[in-house]
């Protein structure tokens, strides 16, 4: 079956750059979206078609997407980045979330 | 602005159905798709389906045969009920909007979740 992988987890330095990968066979045949989830909290739409930030969101959040793999950047990582964050996508209609990553500010 | 609430039932039998509804504020549930995503303890977010106020819906390969999603434009809510649930079934409910069938704006509003557990 279609699959999303991420790395269970990331750590990161306040101040520096985290990178979370996201990678599925059909990624590439259609939009991918990003959601932050705080401890706690409902999932927030960080990004949608693969690189556009929703209103409010900071800019310090970016998205890309090359072939089947999906990134989501968090520049300048800030002590409330701290959360879980799912990769999404869609296999024809069927929506499907990754296996979510734990990103920790040392 | 959107605003959304599920409510129904903390506790259901096994082999019984789980019923849900998502009050939705804010926007007529007439535009835009909804959808439902669950979250198991601890675990990873899982899409259940999402539908249309006019009907159309589409659903998880794997918990079709067990969910039904519906729509009461009247009262701008719309409901969740999955069939024969076992412990699997344990998890907290979301209820989210999905602007559109294509998903390119993702799920854009969800609710606070509900959590649901199932045991005798």
């Known amino acids: 079956s279609y699959e999303l992988t991420q790395p269970p987890s990331v750590s990161v330095s306040p101040g520096q750059t985290a990178s979370i990968t996201c990678s599925g066979d059909k990624l590439g045949d259609k939009y991918a979206c990003w959601y932050q989830q705080r401890p706690g909290q409902s999932p927030v739409l960080v990004i949608y078609q693969d690189s556009k930030r929703p209103s409010g969101i900071p800019e310090r959040f970016s998205g890309s997407k090359s072939g089947n793999t999906a990134t989501l950047t968090i520049s300048g990582t800030q002590a409330m980045d701290e959360a879980d964050y799912y990769c999404q996508g869609w296999d024809t209609s069927t929506g499907l979330f990754g296996t979510g990553t734990k990103v920790t500010v040392l | 602005q959107v605003q959304l609430q599920e409510s129904g039932p903390g506790l259901v039998k096994p082999s019984e159905t789980l019923s849900l509804t998502c009050t939705v504020s804010g926007v007529s549930i007439n535009t835009y798709y909804w959808s439902w995503i669950r979250q198991p303890a601890g675990k990873g977010l899982e899409w259940i389906g999402h539908m249309y106020s006019s009907g159309s819906t589409y659903y998880n390969p794997s918990l079709k045969s067990r969910v039904t999603m519906s729509a009461d434009t009247s009262k701008n809510h719309f409901s969740l009920k999955l069939s024969s649930v076992t412990a699997a079934d344990t998890a907290v409910y979301y209820c989210?909007?999905?602007?559109?069938?294509?998903?390119?704006?993702?799920?854009?509003?969800w609710g606070q979740g509900t959590l649901v557990t199932v045991s005798s």
């Open positions: 989210a909007r999905l602007p559109n069938t294509s998903g390119s704006y993702g799920f854009d509003n």
